[in-house]
Protein backbone atom coordinates (compact mmCIF):
# COMPACT_ATOMS: atom_id res chain seq x y z
CA UNK A 1 0.00 0.00 0.00
CA UNK A 2 1.01 3.60 -0.81
CA UNK A 3 1.99 5.45 1.96
CA UNK A 4 3.87 8.37 3.62
CA UNK A 5 6.51 8.18 6.06
CA UNK A 6 8.81 10.17 8.45
CA UNK A 7 11.95 9.50 10.59
CA UNK A 8 12.84 9.81 13.35
CA UNK A 9 9.71 10.00 14.77
CA UNK A 10 11.34 10.99 18.06
CA UNK A 11 14.75 13.71 18.26
CA UNK A 12 16.44 14.94 20.90
CA UNK A 13 18.89 17.49 20.05
CA UNK A 14 21.00 20.66 21.14
CA UNK A 15 20.89 24.35 20.41
CA UNK A 16 23.04 24.93 17.24
CA UNK A 17 23.55 21.44 15.80
CA UNK A 18 21.73 20.63 12.47
CA UNK A 19 19.09 18.46 12.35
CA UNK A 20 17.52 16.53 9.19
CA UNK A 21 13.85 15.17 9.35
CA UNK A 22 13.26 12.60 6.31
CA UNK A 23 9.89 12.34 4.54
CA UNK A 24 9.31 9.62 2.15
CA UNK A 25 6.07 8.97 0.11
CA UNK A 26 4.95 6.09 -1.98
CA UNK A 27 2.27 7.62 -3.35
CA UNK A 28 4.09 9.42 -6.53
CA UNK A 29 2.40 12.93 -5.30
CA UNK A 30 4.09 15.84 -7.26
CA UNK A 31 2.93 18.07 -4.16
CA UNK A 32 5.07 17.72 -0.64
CA UNK A 33 4.78 20.22 2.40
CA UNK A 34 6.49 20.42 5.90
CA UNK A 35 4.18 21.99 8.61
CA UNK A 36 4.70 22.33 12.30
CA UNK A 37 2.13 22.17 15.03
CA UNK A 38 2.13 23.88 18.71
CA UNK A 39 -0.06 24.60 20.92
CA UNK A 40 -2.51 27.01 20.79
CA UNK A 41 -1.49 27.47 16.99
CA UNK A 42 -3.16 25.85 13.71
CA UNK A 43 -0.53 23.87 11.31
CA UNK A 44 1.85 26.29 10.02
CA UNK A 45 3.54 26.01 6.49
CA UNK A 46 7.21 25.99 6.42
CA UNK A 47 8.02 24.46 2.87
CA UNK A 48 6.29 23.16 0.17
CA UNK A 49 7.54 21.46 -2.75
CA UNK A 50 4.96 21.01 -6.19
CA UNK A 51 7.91 18.51 -8.14
CA UNK A 52 11.29 17.75 -8.21
CA UNK A 53 13.90 20.69 -8.03
CA UNK A 54 10.73 22.85 -6.70
CA UNK A 55 10.60 24.43 -2.98
CA UNK A 56 8.78 27.42 -1.77
CA UNK A 57 8.80 29.19 1.50
CA UNK A 58 6.15 28.92 3.37
CA UNK A 59 4.35 31.00 6.77
CA UNK A 60 7.21 29.92 8.81
CA UNK A 61 10.73 29.21 6.81
CA UNK A 62 12.95 31.14 8.85
CA UNK A 63 16.17 28.48 9.94
CA UNK A 64 14.72 25.75 8.11
CA UNK A 65 15.67 24.36 4.36
CA UNK A 66 14.46 21.92 2.16
CA UNK A 67 15.70 20.01 -1.19
CA UNK A 68 14.15 18.02 -3.83
CA UNK A 69 15.88 15.63 -5.47
CA UNK A 70 13.14 13.07 -6.68
CA UNK A 71 9.74 12.67 -6.13
CA UNK A 72 9.63 10.40 -2.95
CA UNK A 73 11.54 12.40 -0.70
CA UNK A 74 11.62 16.08 0.74
CA UNK A 75 13.92 15.92 3.67
CA UNK A 76 13.64 19.03 6.04
CA UNK A 77 16.98 20.43 7.41
CA UNK A 78 16.94 22.87 10.54
CA UNK A 79 20.74 24.67 10.25
CA UNK A 80 20.78 25.13 13.65
CA UNK A 81 19.12 24.45 15.71
CA UNK A 82 17.25 27.06 18.21
CA UNK A 83 14.45 25.88 21.20
CA UNK A 84 11.91 27.42 19.61
CA UNK A 85 11.67 25.16 17.17
CA UNK A 86 10.53 22.37 19.49
CA UNK A 87 7.55 21.50 18.32
CA UNK A 88 5.98 18.67 16.05
CA UNK A 89 7.03 18.72 12.50
CA UNK A 90 4.21 17.23 9.66
CA UNK A 91 5.12 16.04 6.22
CA UNK A 92 2.21 15.74 4.01
CA UNK A 93 1.55 14.91 -0.22
CA UNK A 94 -0.82 15.61 -2.61
CA UNK A 95 -1.51 15.06 -6.05
CA UNK A 96 -1.17 17.92 -8.06
CA UNK A 97 -4.22 19.58 -8.05
CA UNK A 98 -5.66 17.55 -5.63
CA UNK A 99 -7.64 18.29 -2.96
CA UNK A 100 -6.98 16.07 -0.33
CA UNK A 101 -3.55 16.12 1.73
CA UNK A 102 -1.89 13.01 3.47
CA UNK A 103 0.01 13.36 6.16
CA UNK A 104 3.01 11.66 7.42
CA UNK A 105 2.66 9.73 11.31
CA UNK A 106 4.94 13.18 12.43
CA UNK A 107 8.43 14.01 14.09
CA UNK A 108 8.44 15.43 17.75
CA UNK A 109 11.57 17.44 17.83
CA UNK A 110 12.78 18.63 21.52
CA UNK A 111 15.95 21.09 21.11
CA UNK A 112 17.56 21.63 24.43
CA UNK B 1 -4.31 39.22 7.83
CA UNK B 2 -5.76 35.57 7.38
CA UNK B 3 -7.63 34.00 10.40
CA UNK B 4 -9.74 31.00 11.15
CA UNK B 5 -11.44 30.98 14.28
CA UNK B 6 -12.95 27.92 15.64
CA UNK B 7 -13.38 27.18 19.51
CA UNK B 8 -11.05 25.84 21.19
CA UNK B 9 -12.48 22.98 23.26
CA UNK B 10 -16.05 21.17 22.99
CA UNK B 11 -18.13 18.51 25.57
CA UNK B 12 -20.81 16.06 24.22
CA UNK B 13 -22.37 13.47 24.98
CA UNK B 14 -22.04 9.70 23.74
CA UNK B 15 -25.45 9.15 21.29
CA UNK B 16 -26.06 12.43 20.94
CA UNK B 17 -24.81 15.28 18.12
CA UNK B 18 -22.51 18.37 18.13
CA UNK B 19 -21.80 20.97 15.79
CA UNK B 20 -18.12 22.56 15.56
CA UNK B 21 -18.07 25.99 13.90
CA UNK B 22 -15.80 27.34 11.63
CA UNK B 23 -15.45 31.04 10.44
CA UNK B 24 -13.08 32.74 8.29
CA UNK B 25 -10.76 35.92 6.74
CA UNK B 26 -8.52 34.77 4.16
CA UNK B 27 -7.08 36.19 0.71
CA UNK B 28 -9.29 34.39 -1.48
CA UNK B 29 -11.00 31.29 -1.35
CA UNK B 30 -10.46 27.96 -3.27
CA UNK B 31 -12.31 25.37 -0.80
CA UNK B 32 -12.56 24.82 2.80
CA UNK B 33 -11.27 21.45 4.34
CA UNK B 34 -12.51 19.80 7.61
CA UNK B 35 -9.61 16.96 9.14
CA UNK B 36 -9.92 14.87 12.34
CA UNK B 37 -6.87 14.63 14.24
CA UNK B 38 -6.56 11.87 17.33
CA UNK B 39 -3.63 12.62 20.02
CA UNK B 40 -0.42 11.84 18.96
CA UNK B 41 -1.58 11.06 15.42
CA UNK B 42 -1.68 12.68 12.08
CA UNK B 43 -4.63 14.82 11.03
CA UNK B 44 -6.75 12.56 8.81
CA UNK B 45 -9.12 14.09 6.11
CA UNK B 46 -13.11 14.19 6.85
CA UNK B 47 -14.60 16.32 4.50
CA UNK B 48 -13.96 19.36 1.33
CA UNK B 49 -16.97 22.12 0.60
CA UNK B 50 -16.18 24.15 -2.19
CA UNK B 51 -19.66 24.76 -3.07
CA UNK B 52 -22.73 26.59 -0.29
CA UNK B 53 -24.49 23.54 0.98
CA UNK B 54 -24.38 20.86 2.96
CA UNK B 55 -22.08 17.92 2.01
CA UNK B 56 -23.23 14.74 3.81
CA UNK B 57 -21.18 11.66 4.49
CA UNK B 58 -22.25 8.97 6.66
CA UNK B 59 -22.16 10.21 10.29
CA UNK B 60 -20.88 13.59 9.63
CA UNK B 61 -21.85 16.42 7.34
CA UNK B 62 -20.38 19.82 6.66
CA UNK B 63 -21.43 23.00 5.54
CA UNK B 64 -20.31 26.02 3.68
CA UNK B 65 -21.53 29.51 3.40
CA UNK B 66 -19.14 31.66 1.33
CA UNK B 67 -20.94 34.95 1.55
CA UNK B 68 -20.88 34.84 5.40
CA UNK B 69 -17.50 33.28 6.06
CA UNK B 70 -18.85 30.26 7.86
CA UNK B 71 -18.63 26.19 8.05
CA UNK B 72 -19.88 23.79 10.67
CA UNK B 73 -18.98 20.19 10.75
CA UNK B 74 -22.07 17.84 11.90
CA UNK B 75 -21.08 15.24 13.79
CA UNK B 76 -23.98 12.56 14.29
CA UNK B 77 -24.14 9.79 16.43
CA UNK B 78 -21.36 9.78 18.23
CA UNK B 79 -19.24 7.54 19.29
CA UNK B 80 -16.48 7.69 22.02
CA UNK B 81 -13.93 7.08 19.05
CA UNK B 82 -14.99 10.33 17.89
CA UNK B 83 -12.85 11.84 20.91
CA UNK B 84 -10.23 13.74 18.83
CA UNK B 85 -8.91 17.56 17.61
CA UNK B 86 -11.20 18.65 14.52
CA UNK B 87 -9.08 20.77 12.14
CA UNK B 88 -10.74 23.62 9.82
CA UNK B 89 -8.45 24.47 7.09
CA UNK B 90 -8.94 26.87 4.22
CA UNK B 91 -7.23 27.31 0.47
CA UNK B 92 -6.80 30.52 -0.59
CA UNK B 93 -5.82 32.00 -3.14
CA UNK B 94 -2.01 31.07 -3.37
CA UNK B 95 -3.55 27.44 -3.68
CA UNK B 96 -1.99 27.33 0.37
CA UNK B 97 -4.33 25.85 2.80
CA UNK B 98 -4.83 28.14 6.47
CA UNK B 99 -5.22 26.33 9.38
CA UNK B 100 -7.45 26.92 12.49
CA UNK B 101 -5.94 25.84 15.85
CA UNK B 102 -8.68 23.13 16.11
CA UNK B 103 -11.45 22.44 18.36
CA UNK B 104 -10.76 19.69 20.86
CA UNK B 105 -13.67 17.48 21.08
CA UNK B 106 -14.49 15.11 24.65
CA UNK B 107 -16.87 12.89 24.39
CA UNK B 108 -18.22 11.86 27.55
CA UNK B 109 -20.82 8.49 28.56
Known amino acids: DAEITQSPRHKITETGRQVTLACHQT?????MFWYRQDLGHGLRLIHY???????NKGEVSDGYSVSRSNTEDLPLTLESAASSQTSVYFC???????????FGPGTRLLVL | GQNIDQPTEMTATEGAIVQINCTYQ??????LFWYQQHAGEAPTFLSY??LDGLEEKGRFSSFLSRSKGYSYLLLKELQMKDSASYLC??????????WGAGTKLIIKP
Open chain 1, 92 to 102: ASSTQGGETQY
Open chain 1, 27 to 31: WNHNN
Open chain 1, 49 to 55: SYGVQDT
Open chain 2, 26 to 31: TSGFNG
Open chain 2, 49 to 50: NV
Open chain 2, 89 to 98: AVRDSNYQLI
